[in-house]
């Protein structure tokens, strides 16, 4: 049976939570494979170790995981975020980068320390920028579907299906609304379909005569809007059909 385990980083649980909003789709997903770590969901196997002074609690990422969902960013000033985002990608065979912290650092991307009690805790990156991530799904929260859809693509080994989560986690590291504008609008691509503003969960994106407009004060660095545009991929190919 295929092993699933969810490694939750610097995260919210909202990628988990969309998760679940998959309902009676979630049940059948847990029917066909073998959920070996979740913290939200499964107590672990614990280590208990007793000093004078303290007691250290490990609870440890299994080894022979076949898709390991990542959800947050890494704390690059936290030595067991790295311990844990090392041992991920050495114990799974892919690696999924779940939601936009994981994927393109999101929200974290503001994130300057100087808070109690961890004032040093400063940098956080995306995981993609500490280990080599096979597929990236953009959103903040990706919705239930696309994470149902990307699980059972990878279940099924459809790779036609996750091509463009691999392609997303090769290049998604810088996602923004400024994608929008390099990547479709710059290049004469833009056909002003309103997929991006549509797509954008904090409405940084209104369609002023026919083209998108991007607020940069309200983007949340999300990557959803250069990954939903249907001209942002494969513009060769829409020009070779054109
Ligand atoms: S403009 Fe909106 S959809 Fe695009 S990256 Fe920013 S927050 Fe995400
Ligand atoms: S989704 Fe792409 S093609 Fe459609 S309006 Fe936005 S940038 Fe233009």
Avoid: W
Wanted: some cysteine; proline content about 5%.
């Amino acid at each position: 049976m295929v092993r699933i385990a969810h490694i939750h980083m610097s995260g919210c649980t909202g990628c988990l939570i969309s998760l679940t909003d998959t309902y009676e789709k979630l049940l059948d997903i847990l029917g066909a494979v073998e959920l070996v770590y979740a913290l939200t969901l499964a107590d672990e196997k614990t280590e208990i170790t007793e000093t004078d002074d303290k007691i250290l609690i490990e609870r440890k990422i299994p080894e022979n995981i076949d898709i390991a969902l990542v959800e947050g960013s890494v704390c690059l000033d936290d030595h067991h975020a790295m311990d844990d985002i090392l041992t991920t990608r050495k114990n799974s065979k892919i690696v999924v980068a779940l939601g936009a912290c994981a994927a393109s650092g999101g929200v974290t991307r503001f994130a300057r320390g100087g808070q109690m009690s961890q004032p040093s805790h400063a940098s956080f990156a995306p995981i993609g920028d500490v280990i080599k991530v096979d597929l990236a799904l953009p959103g903040c929260p990706p919705s239930p579907e696309s994470i149902v859809n990307l699980i059972t693509a990878a279940l099924e080994g459809d790779m036609e299906y996750l091509e463009p989560f691999a392609e997303i986690a090769k290049i998604g590291k810088d996602a923004c609304g400024c994608d929008v504008i390099k990547d479709v609008i710059n290049k004469s691509l833009c056909m002003g379909c309103g997929t991006c503003a549509a797509a954008c969960q904090v409405r940084a994106i209104e369609m002023v005569e026919g083209k998108p407009n991007i607020n940069s004060e309200f983007c949340i660095k999300c990557g959803l809007c250069g990954a939903q545009c249907p001209r942002v991929r494969f513009p060769e190919l829409l020009q070779k059909i054109e």
